[in-house]
């Protein structure tokens, strides 16, 4: 085990990352233990942080395998080899997309708790996670940044393969990853303490961040 919780994640990605202290950056969750790992940083570099909802989406043999995922505004990223592997179709992904843009805005809405929009464009972003397993949901949030015309794209991760960071690297401008096992199986693998994320963690997380608590 690599980290002891989420939080020790953040101080430890915190000691790579002093580049952006106190700079114009927005610290990026990813819902819902990303979240965490971000606060952590947020705490560390008096910034607050923002929260992204990103939705994977399951394969049919096994919901735990992302054969892509949905980012805000209908964004999405599908591995289409991978998801034909599995017996995913067109008809299969298109309605999963469609289920899970609604979830994504029911859940923004219940973070965001009235305050309004973040603005990204022209921003230095840092995205943030707990881990990343396939990299679905980062490639769904960095296409949705792109949208969203940021002036950099930052990722931070605790862990993440050596295959995912060799797929993730060319497409922001800077990709920080503490671990890279060969051994990789899942996130929880390399934490101590690895408790499923409630929303009411994230909603008072976000809470106490001076900015608004989402972004659009």
Same mark, same amino acid.
């Given at each position: 085990?690599?980290?002891?919780?989420?939080?020790?994640?953040?101080?430890?990605?915190?000691?790579?990352?002093?580049?952006?202290?106190?700079?114009?950056?927005?610290?990026?969750?990813?819902?819902?233990?990303?979240?965490?790992?971000?606060?952590?940083?947020?705490?560390?570099? +008096?910034?607050? =942080?923002?929260?992204? !909802?990103?939705?994977?989406?399951?394969?049919?043999?096994?919901? &735990?395998? #992302? %054969?892509?995922?949905?980012?805000?505004?209908?964004?999405?990223?599908?591995?289409?080899?991978?998801?034909?592997?599995?017996?995913?179709?067109?008809?299969?992904?298109?309605?999963?997309?469609?289920?899970?843009?609604?979830?994504?805005?029911?859940?923004?809405?219940?973070?965001?708790?009235?305050?309004?929009?973040?603005?990204? +464009?022209?921003? =230095?972003?840092?995205? !943030?996670?707990?881990?990343?397993?396939?990299?679905?949901?980062? &490639?769904? #949030? %960095?296409?949705?940044?792109?949208?969203?015309?940021?002036?950099?794209?930052?990722?931070?991760?605790?862990?993440?393969?050596?295959?995912?960071?060799?797929?993730?690297?060319?497409?922001?401008?800077?990709?920080?990853?503490?671990?890279?096992?060969?051994?990789?199986?899942?996130?929880?693998?390399?934490?101590?303490?690895?408790?499923?994320?409630?929303?009411?963690?994230?909603?008072?997380?976000?809470?106490?961040?001076?900015?608004?608590?989402?972004?659009?």
């Amino acid at each position: 085990m690599s980290f002891t919780d989420r939080q020790q994640a953040g101080e430890r990605l915190a000691e790579k990352l002093t580049a952006y202290r106190g700079c114009d950056a927005v610290l990026l969750g990813l819902a819902r233990g990303g979240v965490v790992v971000a606060s952590t940083l947020a705490s560390r570099f +008096r910034q607050s =942080t923002d929260v992204c !909802v990103v939705k994977k989406i399951g394969s049919p043999v096994d919901a &735990e395998l #992302a %054969i892509g995922a949905v980012a805000p505004d209908g964004v999405s990223y599908v591995d289409w080899r991978l998801g034909h592997r599995t017996g995913a179709d067109e008809h299969f992904i298109r309605t999963q997309i469609t289920e899970l843009n609604d979830q994504i805005r029911q859940k923004t809405l219940l973070y965001r708790k009235g305050k309004r929009p973040y603005q990204l +464009r022209d921003k =230095t972003v840092i995205v !943030v996670d707990d881990g990343a397993a396939t990299g679905a949901t980062l &490639e769904a #949030a %960095i296409k949705w940044l792109r949208v969203k015309k940021v002036k950099k794209i930052v990722v931070a991760l605790p862990v993440a393969p050596p295959d995912v960071v060799a797929r993730i690297k060319p497409e922001v401008s800077e990709l920080v990853v503490l671990e890279t096992p060969n051994d990789f199986q899942s996130v929880g693998q390399y934490y101590q303490k690895f408790p499923q994320v409630e929303d009411g963690e994230v909603i008072k997380l976000l809470a106490l961040s001076n900015q608004p608590s989402a972004v659009s």
